[in-house]
Structure formats: C-alpha cells, structure tokens
C-alpha cells in the first residue's frame, strides 16, 4: 500500500472511532440534547457515553458532549445534566395499569399495621363517598398485623351503607363485609369454588375472606366504574410511573382495559407505551383481532396473553410440591388444570401469539415449564418468547430449564424485599434459597425482564433495583441481604429493566437501550447508581423522564 494511502486509511480509522454513533438525516440539528451526563447506555458496542442528541422521537446521536454539541441549533432544548445519571427509559414488564390508577383514589390500607387501623381507615373512606358506593381496593396485608386474616365482623358496623370488597396486597385473596356477600348471594349453603377457597368460621358461615377462583363470585355482581372514572385512572397512572422514570409498561389485563388504552391513543392522551395483553383463554379471539388490524404501534400493542397456573405465597394458594412449613396439610391450589393451559397454550402459539403465564410455587413452575416444553416441540421452533410471569419459588433442578427451553422469567425484585420478612415462615430455611433466584438464573443464562406487579408493589424500578442489589428486606431486618447469594449487580439490574423488558415484548429493535435510530425514551437520575453505596440506591430521584423525546416529568 502506498504512503499517502495508508496515512488516509488510518485517519479513516480514528475518526471512526472517536465520532458519535448517529442516526440517518444527522445534518438535522436536534430537537433535544442532554450534555455532561454519565450515560449508561446498555449497549454493549458502545456501553458509556457522556451525551445524546435527540431529533423528534428518536434518538439523533450518542457520544460525548463536544461531539453531540455540534448538533444544537437554534430550536434544540439543550439540558446540562452535570454528571447526572442518563439510562435508557424503564421497562416495567409487569403491571395491571389501571387497577393501579383506581388505587391511587381509593381506599389505603397497604400499611395499616392493626386490625383497629384497617377498620378506622375503612370507617373514614365510607364517610367521604356515598352511599351504596363498592369500596374496592385497599392492598391490606395481614402480616403486618401478626397474620391474622380480617373478617366481616371488623368492618360491619362501620360500612353499614357500603359493599366493601377489598383485596389483600397481591390480588389473590379479597375481603368482603355483609352487604357484598349478600349482594353475591355467598352463605354458608355457597358451595366451595375449583381453583378457590371460601374462607368459613365454626359453624361453615363465610368470613369474607375469598381466594382466588372463589372471588368470582362478588367480582361478577360487582358494577363496573364509569367510563370517566376509568380515563381519570389510567391518566393518573401515567403521571404517577412517569414519575418514577417509567416509559413502557406491560399490562397484564382485559379486554375492557385494552378499549381504554385504544380510546386514549385515538385521542392522543397516550404518554405511556402499552403493551396489552389479554386473558389467555380468549386466544381466539385475539387471534381473529390481530388478524383484522395488527398488533399496534410503538404506543399500544397488542399480541400478549395471560394465563394463570397457581395463586400466590401470601395467600397460601401457590402450588407446591410439598406442603407449606407453617400449613402442613396444605399445599396449595391449580389456578386453572393443566389439561386446559395445554390447550390454551397449543392454540395461541400455533396462531403465533405470545404467551406469558403466572406461575409461583415450585410445583406450579414445573408444571408450566413441562406445557411449555411439549408445545414447543409440537409446533416446531420459532421466536415464541414464552414467559413464565413471577417465576418466585424455583425448584433447585428448574433453573436451568428456563434458559434450556429459551423461557424468560418475568420477575418482580420488590416482592424479595417485602415478602422477605415471613416468606421462611412459610416455606422453611431450604426453599428459600431459590427464592427469587437473581443471580442462579443469570448465572445459568436465561433472559430476566423486571417489572413491579403494580397495583400489589410500587411501580418504582429505583426501589426494585435497590431490592435486586441488596435484598435488604423492608423491615431491615436483613442488612446482609436475604438470601444475599441471590444478589446481582447494579447493571444486570439495569439492564432486566430495560432491555430485560424490550426484549420480553419483542421491541428490543425500538428500545431498550440507548442507540441511534431508537425511540427517545430516557431517564435522568440524580446519582450514578453504579457508584453509590448499594443501599443508598433507594434514595436515589428521578429528575427527567423523556418519552419519544418529550419530556413528560420534571422535577
């Protein structure tokens, strides 16, 4: 090679290697740019930069100030981030969106720490709305209290002129006063539920306590909230994830759902990307729907469904393999039969749809990674991302099954935390120890997506990455860490909230990190989480949050 050419060559070379990646039209000059930032960008080609350029919804340009500097006009927003942390914008791959905007409103019993304060709360919230009014929501949780479950004979006295129907924190067992039974015509006659539990006092009265299958039978007589109340809840949902540094949510819904999201996108209200997922053993009709119109855009999209295997640890209604250490008659209970998720399961997928099913206990973990082995092999191999939604009490052997058989684990970290304080009580030391097992799925390789299960925990992925690097359980009384070999590192975390999440709902091409060409979802943070003291995560706030490059929350 000649002289002159290998001195051009070389300088083709270098300013290859220190000019920003950009995207197509970057003679443009940028709508946004976020200069002097630690920016994690989760992209492995290029993982820190200290500055992005945005140009519409899309990202323009990542690379270092002075480069992206060359890209502000007269019109670009320009924001000195001086040294912020910069993140892609977080995925919550798990949620029931507008249960959680309702919830905002409604009554709060989450942290009540007596059976006194659940009734005075509930006493309060029935003399602010009127009467004949369903107080629905609450979250309460007994362990708080000792674990003693509440009772109709608490709230009575006090809701008189009410149906009260509230719901333990993780959905799957719900309280009911006199009023809600006799409007669902459950007695002692009532017969019990397959999938459920009427909860009965000495004599086979019902207590009010409902589980799982059982609650069907006031959901069903429950009335419905008004249209208006439903836009109010998913608009208040949006504010409060955005907030929170949140960008895309999965929601884990109904049909009923869907039409609010579809109602807002056509009206433009949408600042939340949604994708919606549906009950499982409405496949067909989901089928016949994406058939019709597709599955959506990058704000609304459709295509998922959600199954149920078992119930949950909180309410003794997860499935097991053996019996609960503190019920040792129990072992919990099949949601649904495995004959009719086989069936389900067989005909979503050969219609290519993407299936994703809760599963928690061991038992129930097995049973779902054995449906879906043999639809796979049936149906032949494709990029079926089969998801198994929860994925909490592994058997030791099923670790490695999920990256074997390409399923994701959908997990919550913020339920490690909280349930964390009894879950030993229930299962016992040894159970424990693949308990929202982090790292042994990492470690094994299978692909994690976060989310937070909102309403039943905080849509806050800071607190969720707190509790996946620490484990500190909410009481602290686990300053090491509960089970603290489960513990991961700050950017595994990141990244399960991120491209975890993208690539859980077939998007990781449109986001979930921080590239050029991508949708302009990002987060600002006030502290570089990779570099603070782990628990000091928790304390960390979010200052920007940027959806298709508008900022939707400032502090």
């Known amino acids: 090679m000649r002289p002159m050419a290998m001195i051009l060559l070389v300088l083709t070379l270098v300013g290859c290697a220190t000019s920003p990646r950009t995207a197509p039209g970057s003679g443009e000059p940028a709508t946004l740019a976020i200069l002097n930032a630690r920016v994690w960008t989760g992209n492995p080609r290029q993982p820190w930069a200290e500055a992005v350029a945005v140009r519409g919804e899309r990202l323009a340009a990542v690379g270092s100030t002075a480069e992206v500097r060359g890209l502000v006009g007269a019109g670009t927003r320009v924001i000195d981030a001086k040294g912020q942390f910069l993140v892609p914008g977080f995925n919550d791959a798990h949620v029931h969106f507008i249960d959680g905007g309702h919830r905002l409103a409604s009554v709060q019993l989450r942290d009540a720490k007596t059976p006194a304060e659940f009734t005075a709360r509930l006493k309060a919230f029935a003399a602010s709305v009127p009467k004949g009014t369903w107080i629905t929501g609450g979250d309460w949780d007994h362990e708080l209290w000792g674990g003693e479950l509440p009772r109709r004979e608490w709230i009575d006295a006090v809701t008189p002129d009410h149906p009260v129907w509230v719901n333990r924190l993780d959905g799957h067992m719900s309280q009911a006063n006199s009023a809600a039974l006799r409007a669902a015509g459950v007695t002692a006659a009532t017969q019990e539920v397959p999938g459920g539990t009427i909860v009965r006092g000495p004599q086979g009265e019902p207590t009010g306590i409902l589980k799982d299958n059982a609650q069907a039978l006031v959901d ?186 390409g399923v994701i684990a959908s997990m919550q970290p913020y339920h490690a935390i909280d349930d964390g304080r009894w879950a030993e009580r229930v299962i016992g030391p040894e159970r424990a120890k693949t308990t929202y097992a982090f790292k042994s799925l990492l470690d094994a390789g299978a692909r994690v997506a976060f989310g937070s299960d909102w309403y039943v925990a905080p849509p806050t992925p800071l607190e969720g990455i707190y509790a996946a690097v620490t484990r500190r359980t909410l009481d602290e009384k686990n300053p090491g860490g509960w089970v603290p070999e489960q513990r991961i590192g700050v950017e595994d975390a990141l990244r399960a909230y991120t491209l975890g999440g993208a690539h859980a709902s077939f998007e990781e091409q449109e986001k979930g990190t921080l590239e050029p060409g991508k949708l302009a979802d990002l987060v600002l943070i006030d502290r570089d989480l990779t570099r603070v003291p782990p628990e000091t995560i928790r304390d960390a706030k979010v200052m920007l949050t940027v959806v298709g490059g508008q900022a939707v929350f400032e502090r």
């Open 220 to 405: 069903r007589v429950r009335p419905p909230p008004p249209v208006e109340l439903s836009d109010r809840a998913l608009e208040a949902a949006m504010r409060y994830v955005a907030e929170q540094g949140v960008t895309s949510v999965q929601n884990m819904g109904t049909w009923e759902e869907l039409a609010i999201f579809e109602r807002a996108h056509a009206a433009g209200r949408l600042r939340t990307r949604i994708y919606a997922a549906v009950p499982l053993d409405t496949w067909e009709r989901l089928r016949d729907t994406v058939a019709e119109r597709g599955r959506g855009d990058t704000w609304l999209r459709i295509g998922g469904l959600k199954g149920y295997v078992d119930g949950s640890l909180g309410s003794h209604t997860a499935a097991f393999h053996a019996p609960f250490t503190d019920a040792p008659g129990d072992k919990g209970l099949l949601v649904n039969t495995p004959e009719d998720l086989y069936r389900w399961i067989s005909g979503a997928d050969k219609a290519g749809l993407h299936v994703m099913v809760h599963a928690i206990g061991d038992r129930a973990i097995g049973i779902q990674l054995d449906t879906l082995a043999r639809v796979a092999a049936e149906n032949g191999p494709r990029d079926r991302r089969f998801r198994i939604e929860h994925a909490q009490h592994l058997a030791p052997e099923d670790v490695k099954r999920f990256a074997g058989q």
